[in-house]
């Protein structure tokens, strides 16, 4: 083998590992995890909570937080279904969980799709979460924090067309920034991990989104310190049981219940056998190359011009293009 497909394969191993350990911890540890979320969500994301090993609690009167907040393990606030009177919830149960020291997670349901809504995420954005999980185009309309990007909660943009809009917003808000689609992104503003499993079809079930992003919630408590690895184990969990709901499945509701099923049976050799993740680089920009190095003409060039290449098959191209040069 050679030694680039050898990393490679370790790189996958150690992943699948991480991803194991941290579903396992889990499963143990049973964090509660409260939502503050949307009507359409709930049930999805409640059975996703508890078939992955936690305890979710749809708790979003603000009468309540003060108490409540304080005892969980992650907050999770989506907005799909907006009105004002559940804003002063979400500003409070995110001011209650930092002082607290949980990890809470974002969900900009249709960011751009109102000045009220994209107001109200950008406000949230503020109040420093660990995450924000969104679609391609909730994720351009908040890091460009403009209208328009959006038709409504469904995505018009592929994942990997935000990938630039993802690095800006978590180098600005310091939160790791996940982009969900055929390949979901995961950021911190200077690493780029792509997470490759799932099947289209989940996008035809409501609300499968708003559940992945609960699951992040959980897979955060059990490792609050190492946000990125942890949203990216979800988002490769939640993917694989997708895959394998597919198996099973006749069309959306059938793949809804078959995931559940899943992701409650999963075990670790379904796990390490097909979780698929690399380091993604974005595009070829020459003042981001290290000292000595030179970007080939196989590789995009410049901000926006993007590829899932992984590190490897640059490191590749890298080569072919020293040989052809010498
Ligand atoms: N083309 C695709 N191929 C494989 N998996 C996909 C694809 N598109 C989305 N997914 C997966 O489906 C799940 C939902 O992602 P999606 O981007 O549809 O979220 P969303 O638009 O926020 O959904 P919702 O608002 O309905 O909750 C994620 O786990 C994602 O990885
Ligand atoms: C369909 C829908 N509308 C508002 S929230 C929601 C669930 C998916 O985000
Ligand atoms: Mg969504």
Redesign the pocket.
């Known amino acids: 083998m050679e030694p680039s497909n050898l990393n490679e394969e370790q790189d996958q191993n150690s992943w699948a590992l991480n991803a194991w350990t941290l579903l396992s911890k889990l499963r143990d540890q049973s964090p509660l995890i409260q939502c503050i979320t949307n009507f359409?969500?709930m049930d999805?994301m409640a059975n996703t909570l508890l078939s992955a090993g936690a305890s979710p609690a749809m708790i979003h009167s603000i009468e309540e937080i003060q108490d409540f907040t304080p005892h969980i393990h992650a907050l999770c606030i989506?907005v799909?279904t907006l009105s004002p009177a559940w804003l002063p919830a979400m500003r409070e149960a995110a001011l209650v969980a930092n002082k607290a020291g949980k990890p809470w997670i974002l969900?900009p349901?249709?960011a751009g799709a109102s000045r009220f809504r994209l107001k109200a995420c950008l406000e949230l954005v503020g109040l420093n979460p660990s995450v924000i999980?969104?679609?391609?185009?909730?994720i351009i309309a908040l890091s460009k924090a403009s209208l328009g990007a959006t038709k409504g909660?469904?995505?018009s943009h592929?994942?990997m067309d935000a990938m630039e809009a993802a690095k800006s917003l978590a180098q600005s808000s310091g939160a790791i920034v996940a982009?969900?689609?055929?390949?979901?992104i995961i950021t911190d503003g200077h690493r780029v991990v792509g997470?490759?499993?799932?099947?289209?079809?989940?996008?035809k079930?409501?609300?499968?989104?708003?559940?992945?992003?609960a699951l992040i919630a959980a897979f955060i408590a059990v490792d609050p310190m190492h946000a990125l690895e942890a949203t990216a184990s979800a988002?490769s969990i939640?993917?694989i049981a997708?895959e394998m709901g597919m198996d099973m499945a006749k069309g959306p509701a059938s793949l809804r219940m078959h995931l559940i099923d899943s992701l409650y049976n999963l075990d670790q050799a379904a796990v390490s056998s097909r979780l698929k993740k690399n380091e993604l680089l974005s595009s070829c920009v020459d003042s981001e190359l290290l000292p000595g190095m030179v970007c080939p003409p196989s590789i995009p060039r410049g901000k926006g011009m993007l590829s899932s290449l992984s590190a490897t098959i640059v490191h590749k191209e890298l080569i072919k293009f020293m040989e052809n040069i010498r």
């Open positions: 359409v969500s999805l989506n799909g969900d349901v249709a999980r969104g679609n391609g185009s909730e909660v469904d995505s592929e994942s982009v969900s689609g055929a390949v979901d997470a490759h499993n799932g099947v289209s079809m989940m996008q079930i409501t609300a499968t989104g708003c559940a992945v992003t988002l939640f993917g997708g």
